[in-house]
């Protein structure tokens, strides 16, 4: 008698559900976030503002499904549905803005990855204009949505270095944590990071707060003189100067994935 596969319903039902997915299309903003211009929040940007047509017609409502046989226009320039995924860490230097362009025309981050990849890259959250060390930059919006989402718990490893020494005290406050005038944030670990100079501090957190590192020591009386992010995510500096670029391999990014 003949081996027999078993009969699967839960695989059935899948195919079956992404079948009845592709018939009813994609939802706009994750077509564009798929295809690389943004992420998916930044898309519904764009989308509110009437930047993105389907088959000639402007399209601003919020959840609008798009066809694998229709028209896509950004800016007046098509979208293809489907790229290369590309993935870029960056060592930033200091006085580059964390976005894909200035109004003011100050130096940005695309500065630097200029030649990494044909597809439009975009930064994967922020780091601001005084702050240095790691970012990531890619076209895979899905991945950006999730790193970035506030529910997800990803990992940075900062140095900083503060204008005066940091008691012991203070320390055990930010690991406990800290009001801030958006809510509490603490530090997943903190500690000294050179024996002979307590003004130097690794800290370890995965809050998503805006400027929270610096807001954190500010709020217990301190002034940041430098802050660097050494790990993003478990990636890490070895090997990439300041203001240099790497693409990641496929071990960094199937860690990013999971």
Known sequence: MRNRIPFNKD?????????????????????LSNAGICARRKADEFIKAGKVTV????????????????????AGKEVKSYQKKVYVLLNKPK??????SD???????????KGAAL?????????DRNTTGL??????????????????????????????????????????GVKLDDGMANADEIS?????????VGI????????????MFETLGYTVEKLDRVMYAGLTKKDLPRGKWKHLNDREIGMLMR
């Open 11 to 31: 695989k059935v039902k899948f195919l079956e559900k992404e079948k009845t997915a592709d018939a009813k299309g994609v939802r706009l903003n994750k077509f």
């Open 55 to 74: 088959d000639g017609k402007v399209i601003t409502e919020m959840g609008y499904r798009v066809l694998a046989n229709q028209q896509v226009k950004y």
């Open 95 to 100: 006085n580059f803005i964390t976005t894909t």
């Open 103 to 113: 109004e003011k025309e100050r130096k940005t981050v695309m500065d630097l990855v």
């Open 119 to 127: 597809e439009r890259l975009y930064p994967v959250g922020r780091l």
């Open 135 to 176: 970012i990531l930059l890619t076209n895979d919006g899905d991945l950006a949505q999730k790193l970035s989402h506030p529910s997800k718990v990803v990992s940075k490893l900062y140095m900083v270095k503060l204008d005066k020494p940091v008691t012991l005290a203070h320390l055990e406050q930010i690991a406990a």
């Open 192 to 200: 000294y990071a050179d024996d002979h100079d307590k003004s130097i």
């Open 204 to 215: 370890q957190i995965h809050s998503g707060k805006n400027r929270v590192v610096r807001r």
